[in-house]
């Protein structure tokens, strides 16, 4: 079982800089690979970024490439998101998720656990 608790969210202008963070309880967190997911409002969830277990690989859908940057430190049990030049579409509530897979994988359905999810808005 692994419970996973995002922070970090808030309200920023357009051009600005977030760092969402997601902690994980559990000993076997470096087994998992780590997703961040987001909704926006009257949209289906989407994918964001994921990450494999070991951080040797990542993926990113293409509206945030060369803006967002994932990462983990397995020592903490903790993966970031690293949000830089906001624009007003990145507004949603962005979610971690952890897959039992290990690798990098794209889908809400290969992932196992959910966080609740935190806020970010960007104002335009």
């Known amino acids: 079982q692994v419970q996973l608790v995002e922070s970090g969210g808030g309200l920023v202008q357009a051009g600005g800089t977030l760092r969402l963070a997601c902690a994980a309880s559990g000993r076997t967190f470096n087994r998992y690979a780590m997703g961040w997911f987001r909704q926006a409002p009257g949209k289906e969830r989407e994918f964001v970024a994921a990450?494999?277990?070991?951080?040797?690989?990542?993926n990113y859908a293409d509206p945030v490439k060369g803006r967002f940057t994932i990462s983990r430190d397995n020592a903490k049990n903790t993966v970031y998101l690293q949000m830089n030049s906001l624009k007003s579409e990145d507004t949603a509530v962005y979610y971690c998720?952890?897959?039992?897979?290990?690798?990098?994988?794209?889908?809400?359905?290969?992932?196992?656990?959910w966080g609740q999810g935190t806020q970010v808005t960007v104002s335009s």
């Open positions: 998720a952890a897959s039992r897979w290990g690798w990098v994988t794209v889908g809400p359905n290969d992932y196992n656990y």
């Open positions: 990450i494999a277990w070991n951080g040797g690989s990542t």
